[in-house]
């Protein structure tokens, strides 16, 4: 499984998952192989997947974009090329392409969440942030057990303001996989995520911390409060009150993030 970042911005970041592998889908229209001879018509079909793949991890675009217009003209009833061709032209920065081909995939497959969360995506880019969580809810409604789409979820309703369903939407992602917030690690599948924040930095990590804090997890915890203090929050205090840090406060590391100055009003 290879996993492909893509630098979309300062403070932002693209992952395009990708499971090689995985993704050599029967289209629809085509034949069962009940033969040798059938087994060889498939081959080019195959080579062409792997070595268009190849190319986004590679983060050769525009070759990978070539390959996969080839296969959706030869397979034009297989949303898994439309979706992944979305992707070739969401990764050159081409997000109203991308969103016709994710609307295309979406509308051939009523039951492939991938396209519905990368039509989120391109909400989330374009700043349509309540258009961006209805995509994302969609994605949802489809495969309900997604960390990544809970965690697009997550991001959308922050941007939104919607504090508590940001956190809402966080707490399942971390429910479903426990690693979710690790940007190195492949979820699998053709998946656009977009972590780009923009504003109230410290409220986000803050928030971060507090979805840590409900599942235990203080190592990661006391990372997202120590974050959210350098970036100036200001309320740290009020863990010592909030139920949700219940499970950690008396953590180590946690109490050393409460004792310790601010950045701003630390002592050389």
């Excluded at 629809?28 to 190319?55: F, I, K, N």
């Excluded at 409604?141 to 941007?159: M, R, W």
């Excluded at 971390?174 to 930095?201: I, N």
Aim: some cysteine.
């Amino acid at each position: 499984m290879s996993t492909l970042r893509l630098a979309v911005s300062a403070g932002s970041f693209l992952f395009v998952l990708l499971g090689l592998p995985a993704f050599a889908q029967t289209d629809p229209s085509s034949p069962p192989q009940q033969s040798s001879a059938a087994v060889t018509q498939e081959t080019p079909r195959v080579q062409d997947e792997e070595l268009a793949r190849l190319y986004l991890v590679r983060k050769e675009y525009p070759e990978a974009q070539a390959i996969f217009r080839k296969l959706t003209a030869e397979y034009p009833n297989n949303a898994v090329y439309w979706n992944e061709l979305g992707i070739a032209l969401h990764s050159q920065s081409d997000l109203r392409a991308a969103l016709k081909y994710y609307q295309k995939a979406a509308k051939l497959d009523k039951h492939y969440a991938d396209p519905e969360n990368n039509i989120g995506t391109v909400y989330y880019a374009e700043k349509k942030y309540a258009k961006a969580v209805r995509a994302y809810k969609r994605a949802l409604a489809i495969k309900e057990d997604s960390a990544p789409f809970y965690l697009n979820l997550g991001y959308a309703y922050f941007a939104e303001k919607q504090y508590e369903e940001s956190i809402i939407a966080f707490r399942k992602a971390l429910q479903y996989d426990p690693e979710a917030f690790d940007s190195s690690k492949s979820h699998g599948g053709t998946v656009v995520q977009d972590r780009s924040l923009t504003t109230d930095r410290a409220h986000f990590y803050f928030l971060l911390a507090k979805s840590f804090a409900e599942s235990g997890n203080a190592a990661r915890c006391a990372l997202y409060l120590k974050k959210a203090r350098d970036e100036g929050y200001k309320d740290m205090n009020s863990i010592n009150t909030d139920p949700s840090f219940a499970k950690v406060i008396k953590d180590p590391a946690i109490q050393e993030i409460l004792e310790a100055k601010p950045p701003e009003t630390a002592q050389p």
